[in-house]
């Protein structure tokens, strides 16, 4: 079987896109997170990479969970409630502990629906920019059931408690002009011109050193539940590191010296 996650690299940026088009890129079993994650894992060990797309094929971004798995048992949804407990701790809820351990930036291409799961995915990414024909939808429990994969710890981050509750609650389907208006995407965009734009997103971020960008966004996820003191030595040992690197004393020289800096 074709593998759910394509990865493609153009130099220091990689294009990650779900592969299950005729599913609209539902994740329900165990394989598909066992590949987000060991990605994850291997985006962290290569230091040469700087930024990351993720976005769906065809028409959806990511439908969620796979009702006709849900209505017929079976996959993640089999077995009993204990079994089906730990099906959601082995499986979709490795991926959000990979992207948020995660420290390349990750930018999300939302090139339609994001429902349920697929919301959550999105929320874990850093930056979310969007097609103005995707959908969102906290929508768990228009099927009787409640954000399994961490969701209602990530969507509060993103858009606040208040407006958080109501998605949750009511199940609700908002457009991208909507989401913009949340602060749930940042851009909307011509479906034509999405890609391009995450491109352009990613090479900015990636112009800069990656120890800077991972190390910046590691102290913004700690920064969530951290009080200011311990922030601030976290931010001070790792500015002392950053001090010492070949990246930052040629920066600071091309900064002095009026030039571009070279390519490292």
């Given at each position: 079987m074709n593998p759910f996650l394509l990865v493609e690299r153009d130099g220091p940026v990689v294009i990650a896109t779900?592969?299950?088009?005729?599913?609209?890129?539902?994740?329900?079993?165990?394989?598909?997170?066992?590949?987000?994650a060991a990605f994850c894992a291997e985006m962290t060990r290569d230091a040469t990479?700087?930024?990351?797309?993720?976005?769906?094929?065809?028409?959806?971004?990511?439908?969620?969970?796979?009702?006709?798995?849900?209505?017929?048992?079976?996959?993640?949804?089999?077995?009993?409630?204990?079994?089906?407990?730990n099906?959601?701790?082995?499986?979709?809820?490795?991926?959000?502990?990979a992207l948020y351990e995660l420290e390349v930036p990750v930018?999300?291409?939302i090139n339609g629906p994001a429902i349920g799961a697929g919301l959550d995915l999105?929320?874990?990414?850093?930056?979310?920019?969007?097609?103005?024909?995707?959908?969102?939808?906290?929508?768990?429990?228009?099927?009787?059931?409640?954000?399994?994969?961490?969701g209602a710890w990530l969507l509060p981050r993103v858009i606040g408690m208040p407006r958080a509750t109501q998605m949750t609650?009511?199940?609700?389907?908002?457009?991208?002009?909507?989401?913009?208006?949340y602060g749930l995407v940042t851009e909307m965009l011509a479906p034509e011109k999405l890609m391009d734009r995450a491109r352009t997103i990613a090479a900015s971020i990636a112009a800069n050193p990656g120890h800077s960008t991972r190390m910046a966004k590691r102290l913004l996820r700690e920064g969530q539940d951290m009080k200011l003191g311990p922030l601030l030595e976290l931010s001070a040992a790792y500015q002392a590191l950053a001090h010492h690197t070949a990246e930052h004393?040629?920066?600071?020289?091309?900064?002095?010296?009026?030039?571009a800096p070279k390519p490292f």
């Open positions: 779900l592969n299950r088009p005729e599913e609209r890129n539902a994740i329900s079993e165990t394989a598909h997170s066992d590949e987000i990479v700087r930024a990351i797309i993720l976005t769906g094929s065809g028409k959806a971004f990511c439908a969620g969970g796979n009702v006709k798995h849900m209505r017929e048992k079976i996959g993640m949804f089999g077995g009993s409630p204990y079994t089906i407990r099906n959601y701790r082995t499986g979709i809820q490795t991926i959000p502990a930018i999300a291409a999105a929320c874990m990414c850093d930056i979310r920019i969007a097609a103005d024909t995707a959908l969102f939808a906290e929508s768990f429990v228009k099927l009787g059931l409640i954000p399994g994969d961490g609650l009511t199940g609700e389907t908002i457009d991208a002009a909507k989401a913009l208006e004393e040629e920066m600071i020289a091309a900064f002095v010296e009026k030039r």
